[in-house]
């Protein structure tokens, strides 16, 4: 006959406790929707003197973020480019790397989101709206034409991130640890011939 009262089985009891408890917590409606970013798609365009980026990208943030947002915590993006040409003998060559800061902050007051970046400072009644802002890079002004030469393929590279260093010091240091700050998508990789 076998004794429920050992410790052996109350550790059992409580490791499949402990097992079912974390199994329910993380089906809860809540820790299914994580907020994500990727980068739909990118082009370099030439001008007259320059290469203007364009990129197109699809953020959500979770309820941590928004709830950040909601009570005035500044989101900070930061979105970086960066354009090699491949060596054979030696590391590939950086031609250009650029960075640009986005940023979404909300005003209780004006009960009105606020986006900022490059091409200036716009106000939005809605997340939704200050986000579309947010996802869509227009004519970003990166590298001069004459840094690359004609016939020569280019490796370029961009992405966007939630920049936790932007952030107040005490939320820089939960973000360390949390899931729920960690925002960034994928480097979006194309090559350039001009």
């Not at 929707?33 to 364009?54: H, I, P, Q, R």
């Not at 943030?61 to 930061?78: H, T, V, Y």
């Not at 909300?106 to 606020?114: G, M, S, V």
């Amino acid at each position: 006959m076998t004794d429920f009262s050992t410790p052996r089985w109350k550790n059992r009891i409580s490791a499949l406790i402990a097992a079912l408890a974390f199994t329910f917590t993380s089906l809860a409606p809540g820790a299914a929707y994580a907020g994500g970013m990727t980068v739909k798609n990118a082009e370099l365009v030439a001008s007259d003197d320059w290469y203007y980026l364009n990129a197109d990208f699809d953020t959500s943030l979770n309820p941590a973020l928004e709830e950040a947002l909601s009570k005035g915590i500044s989101l900070n993006f930061l979105v970086e480019f960066e354009l090699t040409r491949h060596r054979w003998y030696w590391f590939d060559e950086s031609v250009a790397t650029v960075r640009q800061n986005l940023r979404i902050s909300y005003h209780a007051l004006t009960r009105q989101y606020h986006f900022s970046g490059d091409s200036g400072n716009k106000a939005f009644n809605t997340l939704t709206e200050a986000k579309e802002e947010l996802n869509h890079i227009a004519d970003w002004k990166v590298l001069a034409r004459s840094q690359l030469k004609k016939g020569t393929t280019y490796n370029a590279a961009v992405r966007m991130k939630l920049d936790v260093k932007q952030l107040p010091k005490p939320l820089q240091i939960e973000a360390l640890g949390s899931k729920d700050w960690d925002l960034a998508s994928e480097w979006y990789r194309f090559t350039v011939t001009p």
